[in-house]
């Protein structure tokens, strides 16, 4: 029951601190700004590409329904798709609201297991899904920073350093990952290796203990390892999957560009700009990248979107692409929560 109340409490303070969040980006946003004009401009906008912006939200959302369906079946662990959305759902609306997204997955953990999934099992999609995930945006990220270098560059200029503290971060993120899974015996000699060192230098107490988690954590990732091996196709059919979510969330903002009648950019440079967004927030410490996302946004996109659509464009596209996510995912996070209780009830009313 403590530990209940203490993740609800943990929940409750981090929607409250979302909320003051938003409120403060807001207020620094738009405080010199005439909120009537801003709302005139939007009104403008083209509701034909912001209804086609909401549809490739949810597929960025159905996407990973799909990789976690996919995935279950080849632990042959029957689950049905909508019980998959509910599991994607859940996972991005925790994410949201804690730091780092670092709620997220354990969330998803909890609801699978409560409806009979073996941790086992779920573990493993769950840490494929996050490998992938960070793979496909650091990829992705590089890949079009080659091909637009000085496009990206030039909307860049005084915050380069962001982008490459990022890309940086993601890198190391991303090797540690699969050193970790598929160099087990080498993660454990770079790992401990300083721990023990800081230990007997008395830098570090409680070493021991310390060293016994880490190797205890690396442990964890020999199913997954093992699973990878012996799946390589799943593995490449994951990724492609993944590809296609990341730029479906990202192609939002184009229709939001295009949705003002506004041209001269294409859809590929405007996608690159966003996952240079996306690649420099990923690593902040701050739920949603809130606060940084959009400064980053006017930054890049002022001079594309122009003055007058610059903030209704930023309104629109972080509207959809995090605020209409994270209402849609307390919706489902809500009805889950209630049918899983009722569930209980049932259960014990019964016995």
Same mark, same amino acid.
């Given at each position: ?13 981090? *929607? ?6 938003? *409120? ?17 401009? #939007? ?36 689950? $049905?798709? $909508?019980?998959? #959305? ?12 804690? /730091? ?6 354990? @969330? ?25 995930? =960070? ?6 990220? +590089?890949?079009?920073? @080659? ?9 860049? =200029? ?10 940086? #971060? ?10 970790? %899974? ?17 230990? $007997?230098?008395?830098i570090i107490r ?39 979510? $990341? ?24 996608? !690159?700009?966003?996952?240079?967004? *996306? ?5 902040? /410490?701050? /739920?949603?990248?809130?606060? *940084?996302?959009?400064?980053?946004f006017i930054i ?11 903030? /209704?464009?930023?309104? +629109? ?8 996510? %994270?209402? +849609?995912?307390? %919706?489902?996070? @809500?009805?889950?929560?209630? !049918? ?12």
């Open positions: 029951m403590n530990v209940m109340l203490k993740k609800y409490g943990s929940y409750i303070f981090n *929607a409250i601190f979302i909320i003051v969040l938003s *409120a403060v980006t807001v207020y620094m946003i738009f405080k010199d700004q005439e909120m009537d004009t801003i709302f005139s401009y #939007i009104t403008l906008a083209n509701p034909i590409y912001l209804i086609i912006g909401f549809l490739m939200m949810l597929t960025f959302v159905c996407s990973e329904s799909v990789i976690i369906n996919y995935l279950m079946n080849t632990f042959s662990c029957k689950v $049905r798709f $909508r019980t998959c #959305i509910k599991y994607s759902f859940v996972g991005f609306f925790v994410s949201a609201i804690t /730091p780092s997204a670092s709620g997220g997955q354990p @969330a998803q953990l909890y609801y699978m297991k409560n409806d009979g999934i073996k941790i086992s099992i779920s573990s493993i999609v769950l840490m494929i899904i996050t490998i992938v995930y =960070k793979s496909v945006l650091l990829i992705l990220g +590089l890949f079009m920073f @080659a091909t637009e270098f000085s496009f990206v560059m030039q909307y860049m =200029k005084g915050i380069e350093f962001i982008l490459l503290f990022g890309i940086i #971060i993601n890198i190391f993120v991303v090797m540690f990952l699969f050193f970790v %899974i598929f160099k087990q015996s080498f993660a454990k000699k770079v790992l401990v290796a300083p721990v023990v060192f800081l230990g $007997r230098h008395r409680n070493y021991c203990e310390l060293s016994h988690n880490i190797l205890k954590g690396i442990k964890k990732y020999e199913s997954c390892a093992d699973y990878l091996k012996t799946h390589k196709v799943v593995f490449l059919n994951t990724f492609v999957i993944t590809v296609f979510q $990341r730029l479906c969330l990202f192609f939002v903002t184009y229709l939001v560009y295009r949705s003002f009648g506004l041209s001269g950019t294409s859809a590929y440079q405007i996608v !690159t700009l966003q996952t240079m967004i *996306a690649l420099s927030v990923d690593i902040l /410490p701050l /739920p949603g990248g809130l606060g *940084a996302s959009e400064s980053i890049l996109f002022s001079s594309i979107f122009t003055a007058d659509y610059v903030l /209704p464009g930023l309104l +629109l596209s972080r509207g959809i692409t995090h605020y209409a996510l %994270i209402i +849609l995912g307390a %919706i489902v996070t @809500a009805y889950a929560q209630f !049918t899983m209780k009722r569930k209980k009830n049932t259960k014990s009313i019964g016995e």
